[in-house]
């Protein structure tokens, strides 16, 4: 079976326009979408720029746009896509750096902001422990399956509309420390995501957890977010 | 720990003691639209169906305690509810401003005061 398949080919170096490469590719059993990239590259133009480093899942390297949706290359199989015809842009909101790489800067500066690391209370007494049973993981246990791949980022309209709004990766890491009973800076990060540019901008389109190869919901971590900012307006939130 | 408040404090502050309490409000009056026009709806609509609307009849309504109440209270959510929606939707396009906050909060409460006068005329 011959694919055809269109890449988006764009460096802003020296190309005014971006534009679509077109390459017919003999597809093999198993072949994912990565497959395809490699294809290109090894064996017609090596001057194609994507980036991967895993294959399998875990680095998140590798998002990128394909038939119309943002998806991981290398977890997306060919034969999934219900058709030949493939188009492959780069991730939606975010600067290219070349054809199908992007920059990611923009996503983990808005990362770094909600401080995306324990800072571990003082009196706790090594090794803390968190009973899976205990019910102090809530939902964070699944959500902590991020890979920062970007998917979601690159499905939010409200990122494409306000390029402050922290997006969902971010605010699900968010929730993932401040849900989490060890944390002490809980009220200091929520006192970041409940800025206009925070949690507020979420409109619960849920295209963040329609693309999330970890099948997260990040959705649902911002809503719990709103919940307890509300609660802290109250006077109600203990954390 | 003052360290790391400082740190996280430090990111921008605007209007931001208000966001909380805004997007609260506009659930509250979001629940409180459906529910009051949906009552509005039976009494104008469904309550007598033979009935024919006429002026002397509304004017009447608007004269007792109950419909000047609801009618106040509908005006004054359902203002809030659109004129914050409409400063939402300017905020996903990321326009934020203090004058627009202002502008909006001034068309409120000119056009609150506007509908309250019109509906004093039936006291
Ligand atoms: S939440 Fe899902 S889509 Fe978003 S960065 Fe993490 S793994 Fe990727
Ligand atoms: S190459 Fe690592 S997730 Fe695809």
Redesign the interface.
Known sequence: MTLNVKVFRFNPETDKMPRFDTFKIEEFPNMAVLDVVMNIQNYHDPTLAYRCSCRIGMCGSCAMYINGRPRLACRTQVSSLGTKDITIMPLPNLPIIRDLAVDMEPFFEKYKKIKPYLIPKQDLKEPVICKPDSGERELIDYMLECITCGACYGACTMVATDPHYLGPAALTRAYCLIADKRDAATRERLVIVEQSEGVWRCHTQFNCAEVCPKKIVPTQAIQQLKKRCVFKRLGLFRG | ?AG??G???A??????ML???T??FQRITAFFLILVLGVHFWILHYQNPGEILVYADAARRLQTALFLTVDSLLLAFGLFHALNGLH?VL????V?SRSITFVLLLVGVGLFIMGIYSLWQFV
């Open positions: 720990m790391i408040a740190n996280l404090l990111v921008r502050e605007r209007d931001e966001s909380g309490w997007w609260l939402n905020e996903d396009f990321n934020r």
